[in-house]
């Protein structure tokens, strides 16, 4: 059965860090680019995005240098970790391929409020 679950957010103080994660089952994880979303309002926002050998990685202009996308292809878990986040970074963050073929998992949710 095809599964993401996103699971690490949390209420965070500006200037905090935290780690997300997204357990991907019933798809060849090892093979695809993956990537991670967030949607804030009505319109979903592309976060970053990781090639399925985690060699090379792209990140939206908003997050470069304070996010770093990963996965470990043995677990099939993607990762974000999130560093020097900001109050604009709160939102339900989603993984899901860079086209967005799978169906979304649940996300979860990341305040960033002092």
């Known amino acids: 059965q095809l599964q993401l679950v996103e699971s690490g957010g949390g209420l965070v103080q500006p200037g905090g860090f935290l780690r997300l994660s997204c357990a991907a089952s019933?798809?060849?994880?090892?093979?695809?680019?993956m990537s991670w979303f967030r949607q804030a309002g009505p319109d979903r926002e592309l976060v970053a995005t990781i090639?399925?050998?985690?060699?090379?990685?792209e990140y939206a202009d908003s997050v470069k240098g304070r996010f770093t996308i990963s996965r470990d292809n043995d677990k099939n878990i993607l990762y974000l970790q999130m560093n020097s986040l900001k109050p604009e970074d709160t939102a339900v963050y989603y993984c899901?391929?860079?086209?967005?073929?799978?169906?979304w998992g649940q996300g979860t949710a990341v305040t960033v409020s002092s």
């Open positions: 899901n391929t860079p086209w967005s073929t799978l169906d």
């Open positions: 019933g798809f060849a994880f090892g093979m695809s680019s």
């Open positions: 090639v399925s050998d985690g060699f090379n990685s």
